[in-house]
């Protein structure tokens, strides 16, 4: 069991919840370590947690039987996720891999759905997560049938700075060019070549380790 304290530092949704809510959600959650690489969830598998991630780095995607990969975002530092097969109680219907040491905070399903039943405030936290992760996905399929890469990798760089799914980040990004080229589905070396268009362009700044982002409106609306 975590304690109050910690589960509020690593959970935003906790910081609103009444103390018997806590104490509730607290019981709920453990916490699980993934090495770089390794699979969280599989497509097809029935892993009844939602998580969120403490440290790390996860990348979300599918794959196609002629081994064709599709990346649909990466969740950093404070993002929740899988709550949507949670409430359905399906399988799920993407992969989750740890693309770096990826420490996990899992909340059983039992305590998720008390939280759902009984706690005004989840409830709230719960129906703008879904609302932005709506926008953010349909903007996934806007770009990635419009946008060339470069413009897919602004916009995939800006996408992890919504308050919302992603609440703990600064402006700078601890994230390899691999790990990006990973999230926005190019290659490393593409990625490479994009990041430094970009910040020729004055939009990011490439540090050692990672990313500073200098414009973000700018990333946001890149290609347009």
């Known amino acids: 069991m975590v ?15 009444n103390e018997r809510e806590i104490e509730v959600a607290r019981a709920g959650v453990i916490e ?23 440290t790390g780095l996860v990348r979300i995607g599918t794959g196609s039987r002629d081994g064709k990969a599709v990346s649909f975002t990466g ?27 990826t420490r996990l905070a899992l909340m059983d399903r039992a305590t998720f759905f008390w939280l759902f039943e009984n706690s005004v405030a989840f409830n709230r936290f719960l129906v703008g997560l ?14 990635g049938r419009m946008l060339d890469a470069k413009a897919r990798l602004a916009r995939s760089i800006a996408s992890l700075f ?11 990004l601890d994230i390899t060019q691999e790990e990006l080229g990973a999230i926005s589905g190019i290659s490393r070396q593409n990625a490479n070549q994009c990041l430094k268009t970009l910040e020729k362009e004055g939009l990011l700044r490439l ?13 946001r609306g890149y290609g347009e």
């Open 3 to 17: 304690s109050a304290e910690y589960l509020k530092r690593i959970a935003v949704w906790s910081r609103g919840l």
């Open 32 to 54: 699980k370590t993934f090495g770089a690489n390794e699979f969280i969830c599989m497509r097809g598998d029935h892993f009844e947690y939602w998580m969120g991630v403490v």
């Open 75 to 101: 969740m950093t530092n404070g993002a929740w996720f899988g709550e949507g097969t949670v409430l359905k109680n399906e399988a799920r219907r993407y992969d989750a891999v740890a693309l770096r040491d």
């Open 207 to 219: 540090e050692y380790g990672g990313v500073t982002v200098v414009d973000l409106e700018k990333l």
């Open 130 to 143: 879904l609302n932005e992760r709506l926008g953010q996905f349909m903007g996934l399929v806007e770009y």
């Open 162 to 172: 919504n308050p919302i799914l992603y609440p703990d980040h600064s402006r700078h």
